[in-house]
């Protein structure tokens, strides 16, 4: 039961352009969401998170979207930059589970120069 | 902030061994840690939390005796893969987090490969 689904496994944009990788989840108890970028052999990389309180968290280059009635999020990364390029995942959280994360099956991003 | 550490990160060994991981939260106190398993290509596969001091909590379908995990300060955990299979190769990542917030901090993670 994949309770947090990113339905693009990949995604091509070209440098200086808007990427925007999707979220779906299906539980509606999840209260706080967070995006990680990952590089081959090598553990996730925090990038930016949003309490479902909230509709919208900017951090430099990286926005995140949430919207909890479509129970759907997006980051948004502008200008794209090819060090951008790599796996992203989505991670869910809800407090009765001790705060475990749900993960995404991810979004391989490539930025092409 | 927020780095943690994992050792080794590359293991090779032979079928029946028992291999260690550990897990270091370097510049903050974790007060719960993470260990997570990712096949090619796939998610990451929550295995077990631990919380300091405490017996770790296992996620369904993955024996506790197989896998075993110890966390015995705010800054270490340990994962001991006993009587390793080919099965049991895989990519082993730990996490740490506060008690203050959601966010997990990754560890670079371990490639263990059982021959």
């Known amino acids: 039961d994949q309770q947090v689904k990113q339905n693009s496994p990949s995604l091509s944009v070209q440098e200086g352009r808007i990427s925007i990788l999707n979220c779906d989840y299906t539980n509606s108890m999840f209260d706080y969401f967070l995006w990680y970028k990952k590089y081959p052999a090598e553990g996730p990389t925090f990038l930016i998170s949003?309490?479902?309180?909230?509709d919208k968290n900017e951090d430099g280059r990286f926005t995140v979207f949430l919207n909890k009635s479509a129970k759907h999020l997006s980051l948004h990364i502008v200008p794209s930059q090819p060090g951008d390029s790599a796996v992203y995942f989505c991670?869910?959280?809800?407090?009765?589970?001790?705060?475990?994360?749900?993960f995404g099956t991810g979004t391989r991003l490539a930025v092409r120069p | 902030g927020a780095v943690v550490s994992q050792h080794p990160s590359r293991v090779i060994c032979k079928s029946g061994t028992s291999v260690k991981i550990e897990c270091r939260s370097l510049?903050?106190?974790?007060?719960?840690m993470f260990w997570y398993r990712q096949f090619p290509k796939k998610s990451l596969m929550l295995m077990a939390t631990?919380?300091?001091?405490?017996?770790?909590?296992?996620e369904q379908g993955v024996e506790k005796d197989k896998f075993l995990i110890n966390h015995a300060s705010l800054t270490l955990s340990t994962l001991t893969v006993t009587s390793a299979h080919p099965e049991d190769s895989s990519f082993y990542i730990c996490?740490?987090?506060?008690?203050?917030?959601?966010?997990?901090?990754f560890g670079p993670g371990t490639r263990l490969t059982v021959t």
């Open positions: 510049d903050f106190q974790a007060t719960t």
């Open positions: 949003i309490s479902s309180i909230k």
């Open positions: 996490s740490a987090r506060t008690g203050f917030s959601y966010e997990q901090y």
């Open positions: 991670a869910a959280s809800k407090k009765s589970s001790g705060d475990k994360l749900t």
């Open positions: 631990s919380n300091e001091g405490s017996k770790a909590t296992y």
